[in-house]
């Protein structure tokens, strides 16, 4: 089993950036493929970016690509995702997951609370 703990959001201005982290309470690397989805108010969770299990595939949202980058630091078990030029529709909850199975085709065996990320017009 793991935990994940995510940090990082906030308010911020359309074109701004914000980095969010993902702290994994085991290792990861190998073990998981990990992820982020997010949920804006009215809507369903949506899938984000994801990391493959080895980091070498790593799948986005058309909405966030060339925008969002994700990454992982296997030594400290953190996943991490870069966001710039925020724009008000990236306005939501962000979730980190981790699955055995690939991201975000298989099911999430395990989800961090989220973190609230604001994006003001």
């Known amino acids: 089993q793991v935990q994940l703990v995510e940090s990082g959001g906030g308010l911020v201005q359309a074109g701004g950036s914000l980095r969010l982290s993902c702290a994994a309470s085991?290792?990861?690397?190998?073990?998981?493929?990990m992820g982020w989805f997010r949920q804006a108010p009215g809507k369903e969770r949506e899938f984000v970016a994801a990391?493959?299990?080895?980091?070498?595939?790593?799948p986005y949202a058309d909405s966030v690509k060339g925008r969002f980058t994700i990454s992982r630091d296997n030594v400290k078990n953190l996943m991490y995702l870069q966001m710039n030029n925020l724009k008000p529709e990236d306005t939501a909850i962000y979730y980190c997951?981790?699955?055995?199975?690939?991201?975000?085709?298989?099911?999430?065996?395990?989800w961090g609370r989220g973190t609230q990320v604001t994006v003001s017009s």
């Open positions: 085991r290792r990861t690397v190998g073990v998981y493929a």
């Open positions: 990391i493959s299990r080895s980091g070498d595939s790593t």
């Open positions: 997951a981790a699955a055995t199975g690939p991201v975000p085709t298989g099911r999430v065996d395990y």
